[in-house]
């Protein structure tokens, strides 16, 4: 099942507003503005894309550190985003979170949160609560190759199995884990072949086809409305810049980042599908040009934002009595 034009349009969109996002919080970050690190998505963005065209927003999302594309994709408000990369009252964790803990409840974007294969158990609570409480609604998961090591990973797919939960479980393998190529991490490298262990289902997808992603996740959700239960997709992907930024990508030659990029790219993948399919060049340097401008709004607003008041410091925040 193809997307229509209209739909790869949106599509193409979603990415370039991601990567632009990304390339602005790279040189705000040089400039001292966002503070912290920054993982980038860039490269990987028809995973998010995708996976967003086929979710409702009242279906719900859970990301890590690398989620920037998958909450823009999914409608975060880019405002909100990035004045929280800047630590800003309006920010959508008012300031408090950075980058790594971006939220909108509004539009099923569960706050992110940076650790190693975090999102793996709540995807399952939320999943299972949707389940409970009889919401036609589902709940997809992001998280890498390296987490698919994790204990909590196999745990949660082991209860989202046998409690049937509407659950998509959607695993990156962008190849490395920080800096450790694949083939060191583990001996099979399809990880789509380890959801056999708990009898779900599970498919291998070229993650940098956004046409390819949206036909696999539509099919988990289907899957998952009919109460058929949890699916595990493998995105299939590669991040083209470092894991981190002033990541010095010693790991890994420049040949095989420089093939990706020119062979591989996914916004120019689904450029060439839509000029293939009659659409101008104007057109996509059009869509691309809109992006931008949501982009420097987003940033403008972003900087004439306050910060948070001191006062405000454990308002929002758990346990701060623990450091009493
Ligand atoms: C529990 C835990 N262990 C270690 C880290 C440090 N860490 C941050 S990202 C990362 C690599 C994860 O790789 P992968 O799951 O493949 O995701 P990718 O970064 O490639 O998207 C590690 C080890 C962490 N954040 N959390
Ligand atoms: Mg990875």
């Not at 809109?290 to 410091?313: H, M, N, Q, R, Y």
Request: glycine share 10%.
């Amino acid at each position: 099942m193809g997307l229509t034009t209209e739909q790869l349009k949106d599509a193409y969109g979603r990415m370039c507003l991601a990567r632009a996002f990304e390339r602005k919080c790279e040189e705000l970050f040089m400039q001292g503005q966002v503070r912290g690190s920054l993982h980038m998505s860039i490269g990987q963005e028809a995973s998010a894309a995708g996976t967003a065209l086929a979710l409702r927003d009242s279906d719900l999302l859970i990301t890590n550190y690398r989620g920037h594309g998958h909450a823009l994709a999914k409608g975060i408000s880019p405002r909100a985003a990035m004045a929280e990369m800047l630590g800003r009252v309006t920010g959508c964790c008012k300031g408090k979170g950075g980058s790594m803990h971006w939220t909108d409840m509004s539009k099923g974007i569960l706050p992110a949160n940076a650790i190693v294969a975090g999102g793996l158990p709540t995807v399952v609570g939320a999943a299972l609560a949707g389940k409970l409480d009889g919401l036609d609604r589902v709940a997809v998961v992001f998280f890498g190759d390296g987490a698919a090591n994790q204990g909590a990973t196999h745990e949660a797919m082991n209860l989202a199995a046998i409690w049937k939960v509407p659950a998509i479980f959607i695993c990156e393998n962008n190849l490395y884990s920080e800096m450790t190529p694949i083939g060191k991490t583990t001996t099979n490298k399809d990880l789509a072949e380890r959801a056999a262990a708990y009898r779900m289902p599970a498919t291998i997808v070229d993650a940098n086809d956004v046409e390819a992603m949206h036909a696999a996740v539509s099919e988990a959700v289907t899957r998952a409305r009919r109460g058929e239960g949890p699916t595990f997709i493998e995105a299939k992907t590669y991040r083209l810049v470092g894991h981190m930024i002033g990541d010095s990508q010693i790991y890994r030659s420049k040949d095989e980042v420089e093939e990706w990029r020119a062979q591989r790219d996914p916004i120019r993948l689904a450029g060439d599908k839509l000029i293939a399919r009659g659409v101008t060049r104007a057109e996509l340097d059009a869509i691309s040009a809109g992006a931008d401008a949501t982009v420097a709004d987003a940033a403008a607003f972003a900087s004439a934002s306050a910060f948070p008041d001191v006062s405000e410091i454990f308002v929002d925040v758990f346990e701060h009595n623990a450091l009493n």
